[in-house]
């Protein structure tokens, strides 16, 4: 079975002058390592990881490795191109890594058949464990749960990031036991661990990790009360966090302690005026 649990973060990618800042990200990870996360993502979603060459992807999770053990890190892989996703799929493993994040091909809308079929092709090639990202707005296409139960009999598909948004297949996934199941949309990540869920793909928690580590282990010990508190707690900031196109409140809000530079690639831009203003205040309001 694996062991893909508790709070994993999807680094963002901080960038400086249109670089890749690999001294802010060296930073970044040891920030996020020293409050007890149980692992970090490369080159998600949240790692703008489309606005990456292949060669830059590689670099930036060569860089994360340099700082975190192998164990603890997934390295996302995405692509409609199968050649293409083979080829990064044989460059990443050439490395050690904890598992490999791998969303459907996106904008094509293939058929569960063609889905169950993609994703064996690729767990057929890799001896590393493979968590299928299921995240039907930015995929256009939604995994369904009996599909999903086909993919977990592989050896390798051992767990799931869950963006799909219904009740009923994510406690359906979690009961049946076969897959871990991750929660990936950080205002469920209560209901989730509650649920059975393992753990969660959180990008709020880029910001008081240490809160979200403690919600975990909350849970798991039984003290509901104060899970509760604490999540309501946290729940303005993920609010905040997912008030502009990801990563931008993210890259703003670490910005404002120095951790990087408030930097984003094209197509995206930086937070609105009025998103920067709400986590100033935020942050304000807690430091009173």
């Known amino acids: 079975m694996s062991t893909f649990s508790g709070i994993w973060v999807p680094l963002v990618t901080p960038f400086k002058q249109g670089e890749i800042d690999f001294p802010a990200l060296t930073a970044l990870c040891h920030h996020v390592m020293q409050q007890g996360v149980d692992g970090v993502v490369v080159c998600g979603t949240t790692g703008e990881a489309p606005m990456l060459s292949?060669?830059?992807?590689?670099?930036?999770?060569?860089?994360?490795?340099?700082?975190?053990?192998a164990s603890q890190v997934m390295m996302g892989l995405s692509g409609t191109h199968m050649p293409s996703v083979l080829s990064m799929l044989a460059a990443i493993t050439l490395r050690?890594?904890?598992?490999?994040?791998?969303?459907?091909?996106?904008?094509?809308?293939?058929?569960?058949?063609?889905?169950?079929?993609?994703?064996?092709?690729?767990?057929?090639?890799?001896?590393?464990?493979?968590?299928?990202?299921?995240v039907p707005y930015r995929s256009g296409i939604h995994l369904e749960l009996q599909t999903l139960r086909n993919l977990a009999k592989h050896p390798r598909i051992v767990a799931i990031k869950d963006c799909g948004g219904s009740n009923d297949l994510t406690y359906s996934l979690i009961a049946d036991g076969e897959l871990d199941v991750l929660c990936g949309e950080d205002g469920q990540i209560l209901s989730t661990l509650c649920m059975g869920g393992s753990g969660a793909i959180a990008a709020s928690a880029h910001l008081f990790t240490d809160k979200f580590v403690q919600l975990v282990k909350q849970v798991q010990a039984g003290d509901l009360p104060l899970a509760r508190k604490n999540f309501y707690q946290l729940l303005p900031l993920i609010r905040l966090m997912f008030s502009a196109?990801?990563?931008?409140?993210?890259?703003y809000a670490l910005s404002l302690n120095g951790l990087m530079v408030n930097e984003l690639r094209a197509p995206l831009l930086a937070a609105p005026a009025e998103v920067e203003t709400a986590i100033v205040n935020y942050l304000n309001t807690l430091s009173r």
């Open 54 to 69: 292949k060669e830059e992807q590689l670099q930036v999770l060569d860089a994360v490795l340099q700082v975190v053990p």
């Open 96 to 134: 050690d890594v904890a598992g490999i994040l791998l969303p459907a091909p996106y904008y094509i809308r293939p058929s569960q058949a063609a889905l169950e079929a993609w994703f064996t092709d690729i767990a057929n090639r890799s001896h590393i464990p493979i968590i299928v990202y299921n």
């Open 245 to 251: 196109p990801n990563p931008a409140a993210i890259k």
